[in-house]
């Protein structure tokens, strides 16, 4: 039902999620980040818990693999779900259930994990891959050029109607970004919209953010 980007920015150690789906609300749901200790994406028939209880396994000092493995083991329903996250160390780990309906699965790179299922094909993560490793800037610009990328290759093959953001820590002075669109018929393009609104509000910390006309 979603394409979504997890990961981490060793220079200053923030960590992020966005996500797409074809259902409302995926920001309450699906991106799960705590600052200083990592990022999780669940997706697929989503199991809230294995984002929450999944951080608290992480600040505890388990690996993404050992905390989500560890989960998964517990849920009756492991085989519909879809998973991926990062720690402080960088170690990245994403799961895709037998189940979880074509086209679906995930593709890691160093400091993040993409992944998506019902998707229009495996286009989609490849390019929101790609377009994670070539782009520059803040991690919060990166994130939404990977998943500007997988809408443009198809996205969820059933359509569009939300997507979010959420970055920590984001800014100095701002301990993280939760952005979230729904019900929107464009939800990738008006999220990118609404997170060049406020990186104008706070042009201050332009540099930080791209800049005005920098890095997409």
């Known amino acids: 039902m979603t394409f979504s980007i997890v990961a981490r920015d060793p220079e200053s150690g923030a960590f992020g999620v966005a996500v797409s789906t074809a259902v409302p609300a995926t920001g309450a749901m699906v991106p799960h980040v705590q600052a200083g200790v990592g990022a999780i994406a669940t997706q697929s028939y989503t199991n809230v818990r294995l984002g929450t209880e999944g951080l608290v396994l992480l600040e505890r000092g388990m690996s993404p693999e050992e905390a989500l493995t560890s989960l998964l083991a517990k849920d009756a329903q492991a085989a519909l779900r879809q ?40 286009e989609t993560v490849d390019a929101m891959a790609e377009a994670f490793e070539s782009a520059k800037g803040h991690l919060s610009s990166r994130l939404l050029k990977a998943l500007a990328a997988g809408q443009a290759a198809g996205g969820d093959k059933r359509g569009r109607e ?55």
């Open 83 to 122: 998973a991926a996250g990062i720690d402080a160390h960088g170690r990245v780990f994403a799961y895709t259930g037998e189940e979880c309906v074509e086209w679906c699965g995930h593709r890691t790179g160093g400091g993040y994990s993409v992944q998506g299922n019902m998707l229009v094909g495996r």
């Open 162 to 216: 939300s997507a979010a953001l959420l970055v920590a820590p984001f800014l100095p002075d701002y301990p993280k970004i939760d952005i979230r669109v729904d019900l929107h018929d464009d939800p990738v393009a008006e999220l990118r919209r609404i997170f060049d609104v406020m990186r104008e509000r706070y042009r201050q910390q332009a540099g930080e953010l791209g800049g005005q006309g920098g890095q997409r």
